[in-house]
């Protein structure tokens, strides 16, 4: 019901800068929370950032400071820049979004991923 296609990912080298995008299509009325996760070899999934409709945003301590989530409603994307990149911050990002369906209910999805690598 709600497909996610990230872009944005690649190598950069420490103190570089990454922008990733979002972009969510299919069949439903309005996608509230979006967020970013990203998962490193071995690693769980965690949180990277999160923002709601209304633009509120959360962020891990780690990346505060750092990254900043938006998003543009109009097309259902959203955005992850990624300043000061570390080499910790190598991973795959995931977006994620909560979308409300037509027929009243939610639906959270998962985009495919997207390799971010950042060489010391």
């Known amino acids: 019901q709600v497909q996610l296609v990230e872009s944005g990912g690649g190598l950069v080298q420490a103190g570089g800068s990454l922008r990733l995008s979002c972009a969510a299509s299919g069949t439903f009325f309005r996608i509230n929370a979006m967020g970013w996760y990203r998962q490193a070899p071995g690693k769980q999934r965690d949180l990277v950032a999160t923002?709601?409709?209304?633009?509120?945003?959360n962020y891990v301590d780690s990346v505060k400071g750092r990254f900043t989530i938006s998003r543009d409603n109009a097309k259902n994307t959203v955005y992850l820049q990624m300043n000061s990149l570390k080499p910790e911050d190598t991973a795959v990002y995931y977006c994620?979004?909560?979308?409300?369906?037509?027929?009243?209910?939610?639906?959270?999805?998962w985009g495919q991923g997207t390799q971010v690598t950042v060489s010391s």
């Open positions: 994620r979004s909560e979308a409300a369906l037509y027929s009243l209910s939610t639906v959270g999805s």
């Open positions: 923002i709601s409709r209304s633009g509120s945003t």
